[in-house]
């Protein structure tokens, strides 16, 4: 087999991309990997512990601001099959789905967002999209 060459999961396509290496965000991996699925995460430092948990896990790891097109870009956004999430900022969890979508007009999102008038809103926006708060796990929501 010569999976070995391949440049990243990423490349493949029809993976998860994971935004917001927070509790909430690893529970979330955990999950995901639990379920078979091929992850990659945005991290903004990948020497944090969770970083190196998520690594271990076997998700692939890319440095950034999960705001940035390039960097969604980098996290093979235009090919996956979903993007997940889950850091603590409603605008910029917005702008990251809106940037995204940019990217993958057919992206499964599942979106943080404690404002829920808020959430509610950007659920319309978006042709697949599902909000939860805070306090639930994003994976049931795949």
Not at 10 to 24: R, T
Not at 33 to 54: F, T
Not at 105 to 128: A, H, K, S, W, Y
């Amino acid at each position: 087999m010569g999976d070995m060459e391949a440049p990243a999961p990423a490349a493949a396509g029809g993976h998860v991309v994971l935004c917001g290496l927070n509790e909430l965000g690893y529970r979330t991996l955990e999950e995901l990997v639990r379920l078979g699925e091929r992850v990659v995460v945005i991290v903004r430092s990948p020497a944090e512990e969770l970083a190196r948990g998520a690594r271990e896990l076997g998700a692939t790891l890319v440095p950034g601001n999960y705001r940035d097109q390039a960097v969604l870009r980098a996290a093979g956004v235009p090919v996956a099959g979903a993007l997940v999430i889950t850091e603590d900022d409603d605008v910029g969890n917005l702008h990251a789905a809106l940037a995204a979508q940019e990217l993958n007009p057919n992206l499964r999102l599942r979106l943080r967002m404690f404002n829920r008038e808020l959430g509610r809103r950007v659920q319309e926006l978006f042709e697949d999209c599902q909000v939860f708060d805070s306090a639930a796990l994003a994976v049931p929501a795949f």
